[in-house]
């Protein structure tokens, strides 16, 4: 094989940067099982009609066919893709299985999707997503729109990464005052709105105007659209700004009292990293109420790195209707743009805290006797690949990033063990010597704490 | 949608399952991690010269095809197709980063690959392996073949499955000891008596004497390969009835001496689970040194559940050769037949230790503050989802197999936990009040302790 060079759009990590990736994924995932969501794993591939579903043909989809599949052309399976996304295979399999399922059903998933799409800065083809959802069975309490807004905030402010910011809009407050303003079509209007930091105020109000909206209504909606709040601050000054424009409607009261429940949890629970915003319009097309966006505060311009919403019909199955509310967090953009930028790190890349020496090829066995005692109270322990010299066994433990090396006695018992790290030696016992709890495993740091920058160059 | 139905090949499990099938990878992973193997992902896809790089073009390989691909042909990449086992990938992340890697270089790797073969009981289109390998660059000593098999006989003695059986055998014995028999091309050899099962002993004598053997070397082979041994003794036995058909050779000496030093060493470490056998003939043609084999005692119908050996030349990169030894245990092929025969169960399908009731919906502040005081102490809690009568939420956790169900009191610090299975309700404290041990987390159970054998069928 000659040497083989990355495929664009098909991240892959370098040893370090896969302990990281691992220890990010295990933290959301330990986030995600402590409130109750229970793991699933789908297949990769969807039947395309079901990947169409949703008439979402915007999406790249990688269709399947087999190396050798004019051979036996009788054999064709109906055509399948790779899955784009973690939704429509929940969809799908919610509809399979409702009969095994207790609802609501609250399950996460961290898996690859993959999109065909041309490759670019936190743009992937095949890229990792965790995703939790609740799916009710008929109807889904709107308290599960707050919670899920606060589980990924707990599970993304439990990493050692840059703040984030939530930011969250509820499509009720939009649907409700466009049509309180006079303008019906508020499908419409979002998507003229969503167009805003393209084509700017001027450009939002023509295409306003040519949906019959007056001038006033024009201003209206740009100045209702620029509504956002304060991180730290609860919802009262932006309902203040909202009523200030002088809209009533049902609809839009309702939206602003879900908005506000939202915002009003977060604050509570975890003070600072959630604010209301009514600017985001994307999205707010497809989901119903509550809708989420989240950036990393000073990595603004790497996009969403955690986004999802509400869906009252997540799945329909004849007349029994599923709604469902998820987040998803984007893994590979979060990890790329931080490992890339140096913003987070593994402590080490193997998970070995122990480097058992051997004296000589003829004490090996001494070695794995130590070593085996070691793992048997859970600490992860290697025995030297040589019975090279002590100096020779210390670097070797010391480019893997293993902190202590084991220098057995003759009895496997007793032997010494040395922090590689500070030099200090002591004697010690297999059966009952344990590393500092800071060293028994890797463990993600942030930049103040990233011993090893050349590690992530 | 339509009801789906489920994708011949591509087997998904229903919720009880899912957290079976993560408990056995989390069980592989805590094993393979202990000895200090490192976690690796690679990406899904490999180019297709990579994938046919070892001429395996009996593997039915799927190839990807962008849907809208038609359109902007001159985007057309090299061929791309989806990995058919994990050491292909590895065979080409070591090259590709060989500069950042320690050797000799250990790695897991847990990943789902996906095969076009026709489904069959046992054989999967897409199924999940977990795989073990140590990289050296230019040598591999040969104790790393001996690790292999006891971390693989170690992982999977771990978990509550029926008794494995591992089946050793090594690559220098057969070919040492048809060099000595006289018949030196091995190769050919070793692809007669792979046959013996299919076609009996007259038929291989026929193939062997189309090789030029006579009738006695046709007899000594068929006795050669009938030689297994005993699980639980040594290697003895075995040395014994390969000498007593007096061909000697110096690989074949090696070869045993090696095939003894496996079988010695499990004998200590893993007694009774590892047992030498000559009559393994698939492998031995592309393997360079010990041969794994494993299966599950009562249930050798299904195949292998784990195998691997020697590669002496797992990559090359010009002049410099990488040698590798790996075993890969096939997780969706033990997982189906397990949770198939109900032989193995997760003791509920969701991590919830605890549901926190809720009195009214005016309160339900009250037990989000419960379950957040059990989160920070790692009791993985949900709060009811609706204020229904207390009756209908004690059903709702029995439903999901959560054992305990806590009734706020008017203080968020007390209440009182009730353990639904017994009945038993006591006053507790949120922030003290801990379950016991076996209860904090779904674990795996073999057939004598599956509970709801009901969730099984």
Redo the contacts between chains.
């Keep these: 094989?000659?040497?083989?060079?990355?495929?664009s759009g098909?991240?892959?990590?370098?040893?370090?940067h896969?302990?990281a990736?691992?220890a990010v994924t295990d933290g959301l995932r330990r986030v995600f099982?402590?409130?109750?969501?229970?793991?699933?794993?789908?297949?990769?591939?969807e039947?395309?009609d079901?990947l169409l579903?949703k008439g979402e043909t915007d999406k790249?989809?990688?269709?399947?066919?087999?190396?050798?599949?004019e051979a036996d052309a009788a054999?064709a399976?109906s055509t399948?893709?790779?899955h784009f996304d973690l939704t429509v295979p929940l969809?799908?399999?919610v509809?399979?299985?409702s009969g095994?399922?207790?609802f609501?059903?609250?399950?996460y998933q961290i898996q690859?999707v993959?999109r065909?799409e041309?490759p670019q800065e936190g743009r992937y083809r095949?890229f990792v997503q965790a995703d939790i959802d609740i799916v009710g069975d008929g109807v889904l309490?709107f308290?599960?729109e707050v919670?899920v807004a606060l589980v990924a905030a707990e599970a993304l402010s439990a990493l050692p990464i840059p703040p984030i910011r939530l930011r969250v809009n509820n499509r009720k407050v939009a649907e409700g005052f466009y049509t309180g303003l006079g303008l019906p079509d508020t499908a419409a209007v979002l998507r003229v709105m969503d167009k805003v930091d393209k084509i700017g105020a001027d450009g939002v109000t023509g295409l306003l105007t040519d949906l019959g909206a007056t001038d006033d209504q024009a201003q209206a909606c740009l100045r209702f659209a620029a509504i956002t709040g304060t991180p730290g601050e609860g919802f009262g000054a932006v309902g203040a700004a909202v009523k200030s424009l002088g809209v009533t409607d049902p609809l839009l009261d309702q939206g602003l009292d879900e908005l506000a429940r939202v915002v009003d949890a977060a604050q509570r629970?975890v003070p600072g990293v959630l604010v209301p915003d009514l600017s985001i319009a994307r999205g707010l097309d497809y989901y119903t109420g509550t809708v989420y966006e989240t950036h990393l505060v000073g990595h603004e311009g790497l996009g969403s790195i955690c986004s999802g919403g509400r869906y009252d019909e997540l799945?329909?199955?004849g007349s029994r209707v599923f709604p469902g509310v998820g987040i998803s967090v984007g893994v590979t953009r979060l990890i790329g743009a931080l490992l890339g930028r140096s913003l987070v790190a593994s402590t080490r890349?193997?998970?070995?805290a122990v480097l058992v020496a051997v004296t000589d090829e003829g004490h090996?066995d001494v070695s794995q006797r130590v070593a085996?005692a070691l793992?048997r109270r859970?600490?992860?322990?290697?025995?030297s690949?040589?019975a090279a010299k002590f100096g020779k066994q210390i670097r070797?433990a010391d480019?893997?990033g293993i902190p202590f090396v084991w220098f057995p006695g003759d009895d496997d018992a007793a032997g010494e063990v040395k922090d590689i790290r500070s030099g200090d030696q002591v004697p010690a016992v297999a059966s009952t010597w344990t590393p500092p709890a800071v060293d028994l495993?890797p463990t993600l740091v942030g930049p103040d704490s990233t011993e090893e920058p050349e590690e992530l160059s």
Excluded: C
Aim: proline share 11%; net charge positive.
């Design positions: 094989m000659t040497k083989p060079r990355p495929l098909f991240p892959e990590w370098r040893p370090a896969q302990t990736e691992q099982e402590l409130h109750g969501f229970a793991p699933l794993r789908t297949r990769a591939v039947p395309l079901v579903g790249e989809i990688y269709l399947l066919r087999r190396l050798q599949a054999d399976d399948l893709g790779l969809a799908r399999y509809l399979e299985n095994h399922l207790t609501p059903y609250r399950r690859p993959w065909g041309r095949e309490a308290h599960h919670e629970d799945a329909r199955d890349a193997v998970p070995s090996r085996a793992r859970g600490i992860s322990t290697e025995v690949p040589t070797y480019r893997r495993a």
